[in-house]
């Protein structure tokens, strides 16, 4: 199978000017010749229909003479025989005559004996094509006069098969003539479409190759037409394009290269560019310069602002403030140092640079510039700075950056902040020895793990440095006193292990620690350094003290400090600890009602310490919970003994204090139900005691503590009342039974008027609260008898009884027993 060529597949293609006009020259040939043919066979109808119309009218006037002729003379018989005679082989024309009067009886009966049954009237003139078509006889009925007046009826039939197939025979060759009309005509057209079109066609071909890339192809011309011009004219078109483009291409290759040479600078100084159409507000970044930041090319948002979403926020004012100085005209360029946000939520140090392009009225209306990547020049710098400020050895801060840490803080502490700073003077103990046996990179070594146990051990804000060979020196920032340092040098020198060789042998190194402590006679970090390192001399030459504070007595108080709390763990253990019952009486009659429970340690050298020495301390170490849960236990159990051994009636009822430690648990109640249930103790014969400082949190878990044991049947007492909070705002939401007032107000009740009216009124509230009223620190009778004109209910003191033992406390209670009441 043969392809076909270019031409033909153009001059076949439906979209081909050719073929349209050939389609369009038929179409119109079709319809003209069709309207012409149709109207030629309306003109034909018509002649033939009048032709028969004359040959019907004048056979049915001759037909009617005749019938009336010879029906006036009564001779039909005569006139069928005559009219038999001249239709008995008739073929055309007049084929058959009947003639019947008005009773259908036939009087006439000539031509076509054969038919019997006499055919409708045809209407000629509406139904002629049918008639034609359908039958070659057309019938025709008229009424006729026959004699004495009667009217019959003539019908006669006309043959019309010569019309019919002259009629037939007529639209044959109209239609041969319309058909070669049409060939002729489309020949002619093809002909004709051709030549119009064959330079159409080389201008498509040349298009179609221009567009191609063959810029050298040229149209071949044929004649002087119209197309042939346009011909002309396209290869005078394509040779230009073809020397423009030529330009063009050595135009690029010139660009390239010296794109290439632009690229090769860039390259070699490793820098982005950026460009600022300040007045489309867009922005294009290099390549390069989303390499810088980390980002894939052409990645980056064509708005400048986004670009504010890399930079480091501390630095974006900055660089606002210079490119705004920059556009401004106040700088010559734009150059600022800033750090950009890497994928990885890094920073990277660059350096942006730009100049800013004006026009004639100084407007800025472009900017470009430059990104260079300094960041190895930054860490450099930042190395610089590190190792002057630094131990090399260690890492740690040198003497230089110590002493500007330590005056800063100093510094903060002149401007208010009152919290004091320590600083720790340490030195490691027979250093030089290791040095000697072990060699210079042993004792390196040493060193390196030294500073990070001390490192490890720093606070927020605290400061560790080596300044010396093998001396530390430690900031303590924000002490509250003398035990927090105390503590923090303790951890200090207990110093790891240290195994110097792999023969298995470990040293165990030793520091001594001095410390300075700020005051106001000393404000500059010098000097506290030195009291530092004169209370490490002492301690040096000390034999048991590995820790010496420059101020004696604060390293004294330290000392005791920190042998109360190791030896009150001990007696919580052990159960060291005693409960102690002072009696609560009613002022009235100065009868016990009740008794408030108070711890007590009789230490074994100390002799009996106060509460004031060591519960703020196990409150300080967490472990006054403990000691509550000790009280509340031995409560317990005394009330179950003495409840055993007293007749009824004994005011066995014991108050116990809770701290706001204690209440801050969640569960506490939990387990102070727990406790007194298991040890079989009426929960009447227990009341709890809370500071005021409770209220400060009224929506916390000490105030759900309180409503838990409330709801169990417990009576709650705010202790230390009018003291510390606004108690007097919380007190109608408190689920408390009883207030105390504090011993401050009893103290000063009886020479401070305005104090006794706050007294009164403090009766008449919880009274009118429903709560009775408790009065601490009662000492003599002046208090007594003011406190009772007051309606004060019950009283607490040195007047009615000091803090009994169990033993003291059980006696009471049986001569309590044994007294009728008054």
């Known amino acids: 199978m043969t392809k076909s060529s270019p031409d033909a597949a153009l001059a076949l293609r439906p979209s081909s000017i050719r073929i349209r006009l050939l389609l369009a020259s038929t179409v119109v040939q079709v319809v003209l010749l069709s309207l012409l043919l149709a109207n030629s066979v309306r003109l034909m109808n018509n002649a033939v229909s009048a032709s028969l119309d004359t040959t019907i009218t004048q056979t049915a006037s001759m037909l009617h003479a005749m019938a009336t002729a010879y029906g006036e003379q009564g001779r039909l018989g005569a006139l069928q025989d005559v009219l038999g005679e001249l239709l008995a082989d008739a073929d055309e024309g007049l084929i058959y005559v009947r003639i019947h009067d008005t009773g259908e009886r036939l009087l006439v009966s000539a031509g076509r004996p054969m038919l019997t049954h006499i055919p409708e009237p045809s209407e000629h003139r509406r139904r002629f094509l049918e008639s034609l078509l359908a039958s070659d006889v057309v019938h025709v009925r008229r009424p006729l006069l026959l004699p004495r007046n009667e009217v019959g009826v003539l019908q006669f039939g006309v043959s019309v098969s010569v019309l019919a197939a002259a009629r037939e025979a007529i639209m044959q060759q109209g239609l041969a003539i319309a058909l070669a009309e049409i060939l002729l005509t489309f020949i002619l057209l093809s002909t004709l479409g051709y030549l119009l079109t064959r330079n159409l066609h080389h201008l498509l071909e040349g298009s179609r190759a221009i567009a191609n890339g063959y810029l050298e192809h040229r149209v071949k011309t044929r004649g002087n037409d119209e197309l042939a011009v346009i011909a002309a004219h396209f290869n005078v078109m394509a040779a230009n394009l073809q020397a423009r483009i030529a330009e063009l291409q050595r135009t690029a290759e010139r660009l390239q290269a010296s794109e290439e040479r632009h690229a090769l600078a860039l390259r070699g100084a490793n820098d982005g560019l950026w460009d600022w159409d300040i007045d489309a ?191 530390f020196a430690v900031l303590l920032n924000g002490v509250e006193n003398s035990i927090d340092t105390l503590r923090m040098c303790e951890q200090l020198i207990a110093l790891p292990e240290f195994a110097p060789a792999d023969d298995g042998q470990r040293l165990h190194p030793r520091c001594r620690v001095g410390v300075a402590i700020s005051d106001n006679e000393r404000e500059d970090a010098e000097s506290l350094l030195r009291d530092a390192d004169n209370a490490l001399h002492k301690a040096r030459r000390s034999e048991t003290a590995a820790i010496e504070f420059f101020q004696t007595e604060m390293h004294a108080a330290a000392l005791r400090a920190l042998r109360i709390e190791a030896e009150l763990r001990k007696a919580l253990t052990e159960g060291g600890l005693q409960v102690y019952y002072q009696p609560i009486v009613g002022l009235d009659d100065r009868r016990p009602v009740g008794f408030e429970a108070l711890a007590r340690w009789p230490h074994p050298t100390l002799g009996l310490l106060s509460p004031a020495e060591f519960i703020p301390l196990a409150e300080t ?90 709801a169990a049947g417990f009576d709650i007492l705010i202790d230390d009342f009018g003291t510390g909070y606004s108690t007097l705002s919380y007190l109608h939401t408190m689920p408390c039974n009883q207030v105390k007032l504090d011993g401050s107000f009893v103290r000063s009740i009886t020479h401070d008027e305005r104090l006794r009216a706050i007294v009164r009124h403090s009766i008449e509230l919880a009274h009118d609260l429903g709560m009775t009223v408790v009065a601490e620190c009662i000492e003599d009778e002046a208090q007594l008898e003011i406190l009772r004109t007051m309606g004060c209910d019950f009283g607490q003191g040195y007047l009615f009884a000091r803090p009994l033992d169990r033993e003291a406390t059980f006696t009471l209670l049986e001569c309590l027993a044994g007294e009728p009441p008054r």
């Open 281 to 471: 507000d867009t922005i294009y970044y290099s390549a390069r310069f989303c390499e810088i930041l980390g980002v894939e090319p052409h990645s980056l948002s064509t708005v400048p602002e986004d670009f504010l979403d890399y930079v480091h926020p501390h630095e974006i004012d900055a660089y606002r403030q210079r490119l705004i100085d920059h556009l401004k005209g106040d700088s010559n360029q734009f150059m600022v140092e800033l750090r950009v946000r890497q994928p990885d939520d890094n920073y990277r140090w660059v350096l942006m640079r730009g100049v800013a392009s004006r026009s004639s009225d100084t407007h800025a209306c472009r900017m470009a510039g430059s990104l260079g990547d300094i960041d190895l020049r930054k860490r450099a710098e930042r190395q610089l700075v590190h190792d002057a400020l630094h131990d090399g050895l260690t890492g740690l801060p040198n003497r230089a950056m110590f002493i500007e840490h330590a005056n800063s803080a100093l510094a903060q502490r002149r401007r208010g902040n009152l919290s004091q700073i320590a600083i720790l003077a340490i030195n490691l103990e027979r250093f030089s020895l290791v040095n000697d046996s072990y060699g210079h990179a042993v004792g390196d070594e040493l060193l390196r793990r030294i500073a990070a146990h001390i490192a490890a051990l720093m606070r927020n804000g605290d400061i560790c440095a080596r300044v010396g060979g093998d001396q």
């Open 621 to 710: 170490l967490d472990l006054i919970h403990d000691i509550g849960m000790v009280v509340l236990a031995a409560t317990c159990a005394e009330l179950r003994e003495w409840a055993q051994r007293l007749p009824a009636g004994a005011p066995l009822r014991v108050s116990v204090n809770l701290s706001v430690r204690q209440l801050a648990r969640p569960h506490l109640a939990d387990e102070l139900l727990a406790a007194i249930d298991r040890s079989g103790v009426a929960r009447n014969a227990i009341r709890f005691e809370v500071t005021e400082s409770v209220l400060a949190r009224p929506d916390g878990p000490a105030i759900d503590n309180l409503h838990a044991l409330r």
